[in-house]
């Protein structure tokens, strides 16, 4: 059976002052109405014969999640702490498949934007079909521009179907991404189907200490009014994603091409990119006054007016009691000014 995953972690420091421990990145309106995790569970609905869907999640998020499923049918896995995807994924992978071992599991993030989803959907069940032939199938994108925003995969050049990923490349420099895109290279959508019996074998060949700590983790899991809580054994996972712990060291790892419009929304630059803008370029929410401005996203919080004048290139972001203004190009900096905000340095 096809079980859709929806991992729901991240931090999104990069988004502040909306994105916050409390209501991180998933949990935000960024581009429409949607939030992106109530976004992703809309993909997953529209997976063809798909099992309910499955949520990984931090337990202090359990309120938000429980809200935008509005009763939907779901299996809730809260983790005691945040450990990165290889751990969620092989919680996922060893609570769905102690049922059914040969079970395809979808791996998909909460926080993406996805217009097309008819057309993700169909990526996706083309991955599963892999999947269940004992891949690990990965959506790869074509890129539009050389992003230094997002990771890089280059396909194996025969041309085969499977094609299998030769290698992977982390988040270049902006020469670099595009001596990428001319030999070749997708991005790596973040995007995963494998069997679980595959995915745990991967695991235990390649990150044995994760395997070890999520098995401790969910043969000591309690079920509280059908949520499952791992055991804080979880904590003592590596805190390691799935692409450094497997992917970059397996064989078995193959490439779903598609070319489809698709943003981790990771900055305000991107959240600019994929938003309805005006005539000259800008993208305002709120009681906002714009004045000979220029790709420009303003975000006024309710109750606050803010005005932009003679000014470019700018994300300003008031929400939460605070103000953020940044160069769009230096939106990869809003993390390290967050950081000297939390320890009251000026």
Known sequence: MLHPVILCGGAGERLWPASRPDRPK???SLVGQETT????????????SAEPVTVVAGRTHERRVREALAGREALLILEPAGRDTAPAMAAAALIIGGRDPEAVLVFLPSDHFVPDAAVFTAHVAAM????RAGWIALLGLAPNHPSTAYGYLLPEPDGRDPRRVDRFIEK????????LIAEGCLWNAGVFAVRADTLLAELRRHAP???????EAVRRRRRVAGTLLLDEAFAEAPAVSFDIAVLEK???AVVEAGALAWSDLGAWDAVLAASHRDDHGNSAEGDVV???ASNCLVRAADGMTVAV????NLAVIVDQGAVMVCDLESGHQVRAALDRVSAGGR
């Open 309 to 312: 004048v003679g000014a470019r």
């Open 128 to 131: 599963a079909d892999q999947a």
């Open 290 to 292: 714009l004045q000979s």
């Open 26 to 28: 998933p949990f935000l």
């Open 172 to 179: 270049p420099d902006a020469g670099r991404a595009a001596r």
């Open 209 to 215: 200490a994760v395997v070890a700590a999520s098995e």
């Open 250 to 252: 397996t064989d078995r």
């Open 37 to 48: 995790f109530e976004s992703a569970l809309r993909r997953a609905a529209l997976l063809p």
